[in-house]
Structures are given as structure tokens and as C-alpha cells.
């Protein structure tokens, strides 16, 4: 009997086992799948059931879905019903599942926002907040919307300049699936700028071109004015105010290649960098003005060219330049008309050659003009602002000059005006949008100077009262030799014309001193109106009342001074015509501005007399930032069928003439008393340096040089102790005049070179005086 062997039997056997086990795998997996695409697809859905809805209604889910009862059950519909129910951001969770031919959609609703609430925030008001963010009470709470809502709280605390601050959204649940969010902020610290830095400048210096911009550097005193706060806004303005500080200049190439601001590692500060490439100074070379628009008058136009060949290039005058040819164009019958400079540079001898070309402009009508964001300003103050009204034909001339007007008001932080297309292809409709400021201010003053000894003063202003674009003004000033109280109104278009009116109420007392031995209190009343003829040329009307009183006159004063013991009352007319071309009103470095104002009384009271000041001065720039200026002041008094009393006549000295005390120049009474008595004709011209010196170079400190020369005389008065002449006073001198985080400060020293023995003489002045 032969024996199997069993162990190669058994390892066949074996060997079949993995295959078999595979062979039953694959087909429990087919079997799966099967059964998988079976639930997904291919059977008819009865019913779609919701569960989990609190307060919406299972409908309103429905009507989400891309799947529907008697249709098979589609997963590529199943996926778009998800993707619907979750972009409706009501639900936090959802899902869709099948039991049978019932397809059940299980949702988990977001919450309810009960309360919404801020804390930590002082420096910005709860309402401001509330206004930004998105999310509202009784809105449905998301993560994307509260993520959304912090990084808008950020901002507004970047657009503050605090980078620090931080902002935690915490919920708190309440019933009936609702929350309670609390945005709770950290505000952190001010982010100051500590280093203002400029690459590439040859022409300016550091000092001058950080006195261009907003930004500054902080300093001790920078509480005063918060302009060393970061803000990147601000960054863009700067960079726009440099732009055009150098157009302006002659720097026609000109241009900024970066504006940088780096937060310092500790995050505590902001360095800002300007890199800047001045390029060349040009001058203007020839000037046309070509045109295709027939019966122009071209050497009408060239009239109004205020610029000439050979002076330095400045941008600001090619825009003024446009506006008055567009001006002239327009009153000559062309309505329609597109005024562009064709700007060429000679490089090799740098000049900029102009060419105003004069054309045709679109057929376009202003349809209307759509004013946002004023809460306060009163539309008819913004509108009046604009050359266009609605109906007149679009020009971009007078656009752009409304866009500037509404910007020097100072009322908004942000202008943004734009056009939109109208409702025909003729017609524009230009867009106004505005973010107001704060336009009060209160001022508080304190100094001391050589000719009002220690001065005090409080001052409460408003540039835009009422909202009705009104300027109200109510000032104190207490000093040791003289006191001050006004009131002053003005609305800058009165009747709604293009004229100012107002009133100024005032009472000021000036007691006695070395040379004016008696007292003085004056008590007046103007109403005035003013209106511009251009840019240039003012005129303001006025009429004045006021009562004068003469009081408390030294025993030992003249008695010509004596005499005029007691109270003179007057009333008249004036008028002031003011020409300025200065480049800037508050510093001026280029220009000039003359003025000439008249004054008759006689209109009711006792005192009746005429009175002309003709004033002038004018600005050269001169070495590097250094500037020169000239002055010139003329001035006259008469009596109108009676002599000029004291309180009419004019003092020299002082302010006014420095190297002189007050009242020390002109008719004195040389006898035991040596009193001032005042002059009825005077005038006086001076020049001065000024340079900025390298010490100080935050203050702004300047180094002045001046002479001046006048004379004062012809008094109604005559006796043998009455010295009385035309004689020429001269003085020279120097001084230092800086700013300080206790206002400006100017010392001088001033040296009598021509005068007569009898005068008063004052080496040394000192002023300073304080605002914020």
C-alpha cells in the first residue's frame, strides 16, 4: 500500500487561499459600490424631509435645494444643494443624506445676534463703530462676517494711526439659539513717526520740504497738533504736496520714485523715507496760443497770460492760465471749449516752451450734481462752491477749479468728485462725495512783548456755523497796556451772491505809557462786505460807528494831551482794495500785495475826518531757501472842517518801526512832559533777510537782517515846546525769529542810525506769543 503525500496536496491547497480571499473581496466591494451608487443615484426621491430649522422655515430650506421630490436622486445635484444651503450663510453645518426614498437635509442654523457691543474703545466713539461694521442686532452671526467686521475696526485704528491696537470678538449664548457679540479692543498707543528721511533732494533742504508736507516727526511738544501720528492716508497727501511744491518751483521733471514707511521692530514707531529725483530747473520759453475756434480774438487771450518768458516754470500758473483763457474763450461766445497746454522742454537750454491749444470741447450738459456724506454742511454751501450748475455746458477747466475750491474750504477731510454718464450720451451728472471734519477751534493764548507787556488770550472760533458755511469769532485779550474783547460774524456769500458780509463788535482800552501818557477806550461797531473781481483783486466795503474816550491823563502830561480829555463819537465809510500775487498768504517767499484802504467820517457824531493807508510788500527768494522781502507804507489824515484829534492821529514806533519804543517817532512835546502827541502824515520803507539757520531745525529758526527808514509829522497843534518836522529816521538791526511749542518767538535787536534828539529810541524787542 503505497502512502499519498499529503503535504504537497495541502500546499496546492493553500496556495489557493490568497486568490480565493481576493476573488471574495472584489466582490464584496462591487457588492458596496453597488449598493453605494444605488442610494445615490437612480431611485426616485418621495419626500425631502429638514430637520434641525429652529426659526426658518423647512419651506425656505426647500427652496434652496437643486434636488426635488419625483426626480432620481443626483449627486451632482446633492453637491449643488450643499453649496446653495451653505452660501445662504444661515446655516453653521449641513448635510443630505438618504433613508429609503426619503431624502433628509439635517441643517444647524447660525445664530442670532441679540446684542452687538463694543468695549475698550475711548479714542473712537461707539456710533462710528457701529456705522462701519457689518454685522447688526437681529443679523445672522457668521465667523466670515465677524472676521470681516474686525479687519474694518482695524482699519479705522490704522486710518488713526494706532497699528498696536487689536481687536478679540467674543460671543455670549443666550436662549432660543441666540448670541450676544462684544468686540472687545485694545486701542494700544499712537503710532508716532520718528524719523522723517529724504533721499535725493539738492535743491530744498530736509527742513523746507517737511514744512511742505502734513507728517512730522514727533517731539516733546507734538501733542499740540498730533501731525506726528502715522496715518497712510496722509502719506499719499504728502506725496501730492510735494509734487506740486516742485512743479511749482520750476522742477517740471520732477518725481517721487518711493514714499516708504517702515514699522521700527518694537512697533512703536513709523521711519518714513521719500526718495525723490528733483531733475532740472526750467524757466518758460516762448508762449503761444493756437486756435481752431473761428472768431477768437487771439491777442484777447494772450492778454490774460500772466506769465512771461524767461521767469521761472510754475505749474500753478499754466492751471490759472487755463482757467482764464477757458474764461475768456467762453465769454466770447464759445461755450463748448477744451483749453490743453502743450508742454515742450528744452532740456539743452531748459526752458519750457507752452502752447495753449484752444478747441472745441464735447457737446456736454451738466444734468445734475449728486452731493454725499455732508451731515452737517448744508448742501447750498458745497454747490456754491462749484462753477457748473446744473444746465450749463461741462467744462473740465471749471470742474477741476471746483474740485480745488471745495478742498481750500477745509471743512471735509475728503473731497472725491468724479462724473457718470448722464441719461443720454450729452449729459454728465457729476458725483460729490465728502467726509466732514471737525472746522471749531479754541485758542488760548499767552507772551509778552516790549509794546503790550504781558499779553493773555482766549479766542473761540468757528469756520462753518450753523452748517450754513458762517465764520464766528469771539476773542479776549487782557495785557498789561492793553486789552481787547471782539465779536466778529461774516458769511462769505451773503444773499447768496458772490459777496461776504459781516459785523465785528469790539472794545479795546490802552492805558498809558512812557510816551502815550493817558488812557484810551474804544468802543466800535463795523458792517462790512467784501467780493473778489479775480483771484487776484479784492474789495471790501464797510461802515463803521465808534466811540472814543480820553481818560486818566498823567499830571505831568502835555496839555495838548489834556485837553483832549473826554469822549468823541464817529461814523463814515471805508473801503480797502487789496492785489496779491504771493505765493502763500501764511509764508509767503515770491510775489507781492499791495493795499489800499479809505476812510471818511462825518456821518453822525462829533469828529469828522479822511484817512488813506497804502501799504505794499514784496517777496524775492534769494540763495538757498533764503528770502528778501521789500515794504512800503504811506499814510494820511485830515481833518474835515476840524483838526485831527489825538485818538484819530497815527503812532510810529514800536512794531511798527523797530529801533523806535512806541510812539517814540513824530510831534512830541519837548517841554517839562515830553509827551507824544501824534502825527497826521507818515511814511516808512524797509527790507528784510531772512535765512534759516542749521541750529534749531525743528523750531524753523531764522536769521534776520532789516533797515528801515520813515518819518512822521504835521500835527494840529502849535506852540514853543512843540517839535514838529519831517526830519528822515533810519534804524538797523538784526534778530532770530523761530517756532516754538509756545508759539513764535522773534527777538530783535535794532540801532537808531538817523533820528532826532527828542525821539525815543528802544534797542531791544522780544515777542512771543502762543496758540493751540
Not at 483838526?643 to 514806533?653: A, T, Y
Request: with cysteine; proline share 3%; aromatic share 8%.
Amino acid at each position: 500500500m503505497k502512502l499519498k503525500d499529503t503535504r504537497s496536496s495541502r500546499g496546492k491547497t493553500r496556495g489557493r487561499w490568497p486568490a480565493c480571499l481576493a476573488i471574495v473581496c472584489v466582490a464584496i466591494l462591487i457588492a458596496f459600490g453597488g449598493i453605494a451608487a444605488l442610494a445615490q443615484t437612480g431611485q426616485t426621491i418621495r419626500e425631502i424631509r429638514v430637520e434641525g430649522v429652529q426659526r426658518i422655515e423647512p419651506e425656505t430650506v426647500r427652496s434652496y435645494l437643486t434636488i426635488h421630490a419625483g426626480e432620481d436622486f443626483d449627486a451632482s445635484k446633492v453637491d449643488e444643494s450643499l453649496k446653495a444651503l451653505f452660501a445662504t450663510g444661515l446655516f453653521a453645518d449641513v448635510s443630505i443624506r438618504r433613508e429609503g426614498d426619503v431624502a433628509v437635509v439635517q441643517v444647524v442654523e447660525n445664530p442670532i445676534i441679540n446684542r452687538l457691543a463694543f468695549e475698550g474703545n475711548s479714542r473712537i466713539r461707539t456710533e462710528v463703530l457701529e456705522n462701519e461694521v457689518q454685522l447688526k442686532p437681529r443679523m445672522v452671526y457668521t465667523r466670515t462676517r465677524v472676521q470681516t467686521d474686525v479687519r474694518r475696526i482695524l482699519d479705522i485704528y490704522r486710518r488713526e494711526g494706532r497699528f498696536a491696537a487689536t481687536v478679540e470678538p467674543k460671543i455670549i449664548q443666550q436662549p432660543e439659539n441666540r448670541v450676544d457679540l462684544v468686540f472687545e479692543i485694545d486701542e494700544g498707543s499712537p503710532t508716532k513717526i520718528s524719523n522723517i528721511a529724504f533721499i535725493g533732494n539738492r535743491r530744498f533742504s530736509d527742513d523746507k520740504l517737511q514744512s511742505i508736507i502734513q507728517s512730522q516727526e514727533t517731539h516733546w511738544y507734538s501733542f499740540l497738533t498730533g501731525d506726528d501720528v502715522y496715518d497712510p492716508d496722509k502719506l499719499q497727501s504728502d506725496r501730492e504736496l510735494l509734487r506740486r511744491f516742485y512743479l511749482k518751483s520750476g522742477y517740471a521733471d520732477f518725481r517721487i520714485i518711493s514714499a516708504v514707511a517702515e514699522l521700527t521692530p518694537d512697533r512703536k514707531a513709523f521711519l518714513v523715507t521719500f526718495t525723490l529725483d528733483e531733475g532740472p530747473r526750467y524757466k518758460f520759453g516762448d508762449i503761444k496760443v493756437n486756435t481752431t475756434l473761428p472768431d477768437v480774438d487771439t491777442q484777447a487771450l494772450m492778454d490774460t497770460i500772466r506769465t512771461e518768458t524767461g521767469d521761472w516754470y510754475n505749474a500753478d500758473r499754466v492751471e490759472e492760465t487755463v482757467n482764464r483763457i477757458t474764461e475768456a474763450v467762453i465769454a466770447q461766445g464759445h461755450p463748448f471749449v477744451d483749453v490743453r497746454p502743450n508742454v515742450q522742454r528744452d532740456r539743452d537750454n531748459l526752458k519750457i516752451n507752452v502752447t495753449y491749444d484752444v478747441a472745441e470741447g464735447q457737446r456736454l450738459f451738466v444734468e445734475r450734481i449728486d452731493i454725499r456724506g455732508n451731515t452737517r454742511t448744508q448742501d447750498k454751501v458745497i454747490r456754491r462752491q462749484f462753477k457748473l450748475v446744473e444746465g450749463d455746458a461741462f467744462n473740465a477747466a471749471r470742474f477741476n477749479r471746483s474740485r480745488r475750491n471745495l478742498q481750500e474750504l477745509q471743512y471735509f477731510k475728503k473731497v472725491d468728485i468724479s462724473r457718470t454718464e448722464g441719461s443720454s450720451p450729452d449729459q454728465t451728472v457729476i458725483d460729490v462725495n465728502v467726509e466732514e471734519q471737525p472746522t471749531g477751534s479754541l485758542n488760548i493764548g499767552a507772551g509778552y512783548s516790549t509794546s503790550n507787556g504781558i499779553i493773555t488770550m482766549v479766542s473761540i472760533g468757528e469756520q462753518n456755523l450753523f452748517g450754513r458755511g458762517l465764520q464766528g469769532s469771539i476773542s479776549l485779550m487782557l495785557g498789561t497796556d492793553q486789552q481787547q474783547a471782539y465779536l466778529s460774524l461774516t458769511d462769505p456769500a451773503f444773499l447768496d451772491r458772490n459777496m461776504s458780509g459781516g459785523f465785528d463788535i469790539g472794545q479795546t482800552r490802552t492805558d498809558s505809557t512812557k510816551n502815550l501818557m493817558f488812557q484810551e477806550e474804544n468802543s466800535n461797531l463795523t458792517l462790512r462786505t467784501g467780493f473778489n473781481y479775480n483771484d487776484r483783486l479784492s474789495q471790501g466795503l464797510r461802515y463803521f460807528a465808534k466811540a472814543d474816550r480820553i481818560k486818566s491823563v498823567d499830571v505831568s502830561a502835555s496839555p495838548f494831551i489834556q485837553q483832549e480829555v473826554g469822549t468823541r463819537t464817529s461814523s463814515g465809510l471805508g473801503q480797502s482794495l487789496t492785489y496779491d500775487v504771493r505765493d502763500s498768504k501764511i509764508d509767503p517767499t515770491d510775489g507781492y500785495v499791495l493795499s489800499l484802504s479809505n476812510d471818511v467820517s462825518g456821518l453822525g457824531g462829533n469828529t469828522r475826518t479822511f484817512k488813506t493807508n497804502i501799504t505794499g510788500t514784496t517777496y524775492y527768494p534769494v540763495f538757498e531757501e533764503s528770502v528778501v522781502s521789500f515794504n512800503g507804507r504811506v499814510g494820511y489824515v485830515k481833518g474835515l472842517g476840524q483838526d485831527v484829534h489825538l485818538q484819530d492821529r497815527f503812532f510810529l514806533g514800536g512794531d511798527s518801526f523797530k529801533g523806535f519804543s512806541r510812539g517814540g517817532i513824530g510831534p512830541r512835546d519837548i517841554g517839562p512832559s515830553n509827551s507824544a502827541l501824534g502825527g497826521n502824515v507818515l511814511y516808512t520803507a524797509g527790507t528784510e533777510l531772512s535765512t534759516p539757520l542749521s541750529v534749531a531745525k525743528e523750531f524753523g529758526l531764522r536769521g534776520l537782517v532789516w533797515g528801515q527808514v520813515g518819518s512822521l509829522w504835521k500835527v494840529d497843534v502849535s506852540g514853543p515846546t512843540v517839535a514838529d518836522d519831517n526830519t528822515l529816521r533810519a534804524s538797523i538791526g538784526f534778530g532770530i525769529a523761530l517756532r516754538t511749542p509756545v508759539g513764535p518767538v522773534r527777538v530783535d535787536l535794532g540801532f537808531p542810525v538817523k533820528k532826532k534828539s527828542y525821539d525815543d529810541d528802544e534797542i531791544f524787542s522780544f515777542s512771543l506769543g502762543q496758540r493751540f
